[in-house]
């Protein structure tokens, strides 16, 4: 089965520029999660999706950063403008099922991430 | 607050045993999660706890003490390509999931 897709790989863009990433899921994956990995630190959530709506987004800068999953499947992140500490690595996952199922793994599949380098 | 603890970095030697500890505390517990993460590339799962005890699964084993917020990945017979990050992560009561920082592992020759 294909995994999750993931674009571009890589970008680097000048401080208060704009950038958006996209985000594939695996086919019949309900659940999309939005994360931001600093080097050296664990994943960060950003934004979780159900279908097409927003499960939790309270570690959304919400200033800067938005997301949306038109028609529950792909999803794109953007980050308007740009700022220095935002140089990060952008994971999207995708789960079967929403974590709130008592008793399932429900393992979340991460894409390749996308490598964004703000100068 | 909700934290989770691993140590930062960790060396063993090729063909030898390692533990990876994690500790923590959160608002509630609803599984532990070990992910496996090579440089520059994407997590990848490698096992889930729920309950108190040991899962094994091939060289990799999980235990779990959810009174002592306790959690370690065993690693046997050590590869090179072993030499990762290793990061917990604990599902809380909301369902949210929490990562520790994760524990880089060097193998050496």
Redesign the interface.
Known sequence: EAG?AQSPRYRIIEKRQSVAFWCNPISGHATLYWYQQIL??????LIQFQNNGVV?DSQLPKDRFSAERLKGVDSTLKIQPAKLEDSAVY?C?SSLA???V??G?Y???????TRLTVT | GQNIDQPTEMTATEGAIVQINCTYQTSGFNGLFWYQQHAGEAPTFLSYNVLDGLEEKGRFSSFLSRSKGYSYLLLKELQMKDSASYLCAVKNSNYQLIWGAGTKLIIKP
């Open positions: 999750v050296g630190q664990g994943p960060k959530l939790d994971l996952a929403p974590f709130r008592a008793g793994t393992e979340q599949y991460f894409g390749p991430g």
